[in-house]
């Protein structure tokens, strides 16, 4: 792809999945003065954005047809799958020298399956997943862990440079995926960790925020503390990431972990206690709410 193609290239974009994270990353483009297309399978969500001057497509393949670099950050692996494969999908109306970033947190599998079909069809595909939340998204700080190939990660990091600001290039199709991965498993068991304190916390007579204050900036430190603890405190348990979306990640590095022959006990124990959660009617809520496991 020469450079000044490229250029020519970073005047549409294209957004397909509107929701918590979604919503605030397209104001993002918008602010930075992208044109963005979008189009999700419920079109009252996407009704502020096309206030706010986003363009609607009424599916996949007409996003991809208008646009040169194509976002998709939907729910599940199986909605990926279908945004691209379906009659109607991204590939359906994609053509050469085109970019598609699929920011969804899926499989290493699927995500190499996409960048394969990508290749055949003489565009190029990144696996981009992110980690930072709904605060995250909104402030336009998210970190990014990308992988496919590193010419393109180069030629589209202007772009991913909107939307967040710790963007780090993984290696081969799949590596974006499995960072991802990583940090799932590390927030999962740090999740048990803080609302633990919180709980023993409570039981020993102790201020929750003045406990809070003491642990936070030290070695206990750590982003869902910061910012997910006082949303328990407000009870406020709206979702930054939803705890079924959460079970979903938890499911997914588990089933890569037996494929390499690893056992993750404490990720094993962490999809247990959500599961449980789900079960309860709490699917829709934030991952913070795992406080309501003691309740």
Known sequence: ???????????????????????????????????????????????????????????????????????????????????????????????????????????????????????????????????????????????????????????VYSVLSVLGNNIVFQGEAGAGQHTKMCNQIAIASNMIGVTEALVYAKKAGLDPERMLTSISTGAAGSWSMSNLLPRVLKEDYSPGFFIKHFIKDMGIALDEAKKMGLELPGLALAEKMYKSLAEKGEENSGTQALIKYWN
């Open 1 to 155: 792809m020469e450079e000044a193609d490229f250029k020519q290239m970073e005047r549409k974009i294209g957004f397909i999945g509107i929701g918590v994270m979604g919503k605030s990353m397209v104001r993002n483009l918008m602010k930075n003065g992208y044109p963005v297309f979008i189009y999700t399978r419920t079109k009252e969500k996407a009704e502020e954005l096309l206030a706010e001057g986003a363009n609607w497509k009424a599916s996949p393949k007409e996003v991809a047809q208008e646009a040169h670099i194509i976002i998709t950050m939907v729910g599940y692996p199986h909605d990926v799958e279908s945004v691209y494969f379906d009659d109607n999908g991204i590939f359906a109306g994609a053509g050469k020298a085109k970019v598609a970033i699929d920011m969804t947190t899926s499989t290493p599998t699927l995500a190499k399956k996409i960048f394969a079909e990508a290749e055949e069809l003489g565009m190029d595909a990144l696996d981009a997943p992110v980690s930072g939340g709904d605060i995250g998204a909104k402030n336009g700080t998210l970190s990014i862990m990308v992988g496919g190939s590193e010419r393109v990660f180069n030629e």
